[in-house]
């Protein structure tokens, strides 16, 4: 009965991972990229939307489902040295987002609709270069959590 739970754990973690990991990349490798090409009010506006639509039932379940399923599959799933490093690595990505992206996302939206050329050149500035630094590292660790997870159920 244990594997079961393990195995289906970590086929839970997994999806979850691997869903988190593919919205980053598309961020780092698409959007963010083509948001950088935008004037000043494109950018911010369109993060300060971003960032209010993701915040939905169904993004922070996927988000959020991960931890617990990889903390079961530890102690009940195959291949043990592969499902602790993917959690350790999707803890890591949770705890830039939680102390890093989220305050800064938070701060870009407590501007609200910035008057004038120099406030809004103000408030991107403040946001993009930060919040793309943190997505970066935050992405590596996800879709590392992912690689493990495969391994994990490669191995198993």
Do not use: K
């Not at 939307?49 to 931890?67: K, R, S």
């Amino acid at each position: 009965m244990n594997e079961v739970i393990g195995d289906a754990a970590l086929v839970t973690g997994t999806i979850g991972a691997g869903l988190v990991a593919g919205l980053f990349f598309a961020f780092s490798t698409a959007i963010m990229p083509g948001l950088a090409q935008t004037d000043d009010r494109t950018f911010v506006d369109a993060m300060q939307q971003v960032n209010v639509a993701i915040l939905n039932p169904l993004f922070l379940l996927v988000f959020v489902v991960p931890i617990p399923a990889l903390g079961i599959a530890t102690f009940t799933g195959p291949s043990r040295p592969w499902v602790v490093a993917a959690l350790v690595l999707y803890v890591v990505m949770f705890a830039i987002t939680m102390a890093g992206n989220v305050p800064l996302n938070d701060a870009l939206l407590a501007v609200g609709q910035p008057d004038g050329e120099a406030a809004l050149r103000s408030a991107r500035e403040a946001f993009e270069a930060p919040w793309n630094r943190l997505h970066l590292v935050r992405t590596v660790s996800v879709v590392a959590a992912f690689g493990c997870c495969v391994g994990a159920a490669m191995t198993g």
